[in-house]
């Protein structure tokens, strides 16, 4: 009797630790928990795990309203881990399937962010344009103007981004730091400046004066040397009567001679860009109004 | 008989373990198709153009000897180049882009700018090695647009 009341004791528990256990094992696995798991992932920028959560999201759980914040998600994680048209595609499919939805409306947005995230800025203005014809009278026109400011201001034209950030409505809560920043997208012309045709001048003087104009010390001795000993064998060469030898290095070394003008001359350019970008970005930095992901992570 | 006790016991413990083997199925090695480009890492784009370098028929003389030099030199002569492109693709790329006198005029910028220019490009990383990205694009920009 004893044995057999203990037997069935033994299958009372088990029966319990059974339901317990496929409870716990369902209750894990609702869309709620996958998806807050997926963010988590999204958080920490494991990006492919987190499109596999998501994905599972979508695959469990296809009606449920959080599947399209997944689907969302996923062009965000490819997004953000930087594959630039794989995101593209899955928000233009996006767009093409919710078009009349906020997030096919959040998406068509996205294209042109990944354009400006890309620093394709030409693409990103031309989308953002298609933004704002396609989704007129909405709460992120302002955000679609600020943003084809900042765009403009990257690719140097300097008025279209001004009229850009004064298009923003009155009535924005953006509206007066994107006067400000309308304001101050002038200092940008009093950036540091290096000319390009006296970097190129000084160089064809005097290999490696122009980089150390443009103030790059270590290409100055590398052109400098390498000009230099090359100079030094074509003169020894055919002071020494070996004229072929001469030709020969006289050939290899105009290469590196016109090498070390262009270089000086692309430093020049690389220079003055470098500090227009510095300002453009303390700017963003400045006013917060820089690239949504970035501006969302502070 | 006793055994036959402790299967409870054994189902309990495979039950628990059943959960973590759901969750271990994300630790599967993740896929190299090109159907699921995310992982579709570098290092295969760089088989790719290895591929397409052997594979091109060009008739361009300067080409046709970085080719050489890439195929034939360069794996014997070992991976030093820090940056991305390397610098015989930089070559390979630049003469392509814009021919052979203004291809081999910025290869020699590339080679005298390369060891400084470490100072101010991203440092990315592209199949097994990190590389200072120093495209084309970098240095043609103020004089050819795209």
């Known amino acids: ?298 | 008989m006793k055994i036959i006790n402790q299967i409870p016991l054994l189902l309990l413990l495979l039950l628990f373990n059943s959960k973590q083997f759901v969750y271990s199925q994300d630790l599967v090695p993740w896929s190299v198709s090109g159907k699921y480009p995310v992982i579709n890492d570098s290092s295969h784009q760089i088989y790719k153009q290895l591929d397409d370098v052997i594979n091109s028929n060009s008739n361009n003389i300067c080409l046709s000897l970085i080719k050489f030099y890439q195929v034939f030199i360069s794996p014997v002569d070992g991976d030093r180049c820090l940056m991305y492109p390397t610098c015989s693709q930089y070559s390979f790329e630049a003469i392509q882009k814009h021919g052979s006198f203004i291809g081999i005029i910025m290869t020699t910028d590339r080679l005298i700018h390369e060891s400084e220019e470490q100072d101010f490009a991203h440092f990315i990383n592209v199949g097994k090695n990190y590389r200072y990205i120093d495209p084309i694009e970098n240095n043609d920009f103020w004089w050819h647009s795209d």
């Open chain 1, 1 to 298: 009797m004893a044995q057999r009341l203990r037997k069935l004791f033994r299958g009372f528990v088990f029966l319990i630790f059974l339901i317990n256990g496929s409870h716990a094992l369902a209750s894990d696995y609702t869309v709620e928990n996958i998806n807050s798991f997926a963010d988590y992932l999204f958080d920490n920028e494991d990006y492919y795990r987190a499109i596999t959560e998501y994905e599972r999201v979508i695959f469990m759980f296809p009606n449920h309203p959080l599947s399209n914040k997944a689907r969302f998600q996923i062009g965000m994680a490819y997004l953000m881990g930087e594959k630039w048209e794989i995101a593209i595609n899955h928000f233009e499919n996006l767009v093409k399937n919710y078009h009349d939805q906020e997030i096919g409306k959040q998406s068509f947005f996205m294209i042109a962010e990944t354009y400006y995230k890309k620093k394709d800025y030409q693409q990103a203005i031309g989308a953002y344009k298609d933004f704002l014809e396609n989704y007129s009278d909405d709460h992120m026109h302002d955000e679609a103007h600020i943003r084809l400011g900042w765009s403009f201001l990257r690719i140097n034209n300097i008025n279209k981004a001004q009229k850009e950030f004064r298009s923003v409505s009155t009535y924005s809560p953006k509206r007066a730091e994107a006067e400000k920043v309308a304001q101050e997208v002038i200092k940008i012309n009093d950036a540091p400046h290096k000319s390009p045709l006296v970097a190129a001048s000084l160089s064809a003087i005097l290999p490696g004066l122009g980089q150390l104009y443009a103030e790059r010390p270590g290409d100055a001795t590398v052109s400098f040397l390498l000009n230099g000993l090359f100079i030094w064998g074509i003169v020894e060469a055919f002071n020494n009567g070996n004229n072929a030898l001469g030709i020969i290095l006289t050939g290899v070394g105009l290469g590196w001679y016109t090498g070390n003008i262009y270089n000086a001359t692309n430093n020049a350019y690389k220079f003055n860009q470098r500090e227009k970008i510095k300002l453009i970005d303390g700017l963003e930095y400045k006013y917060d109004l820089s690239f949504t992901c970035n501006r969302d992570k502070k």
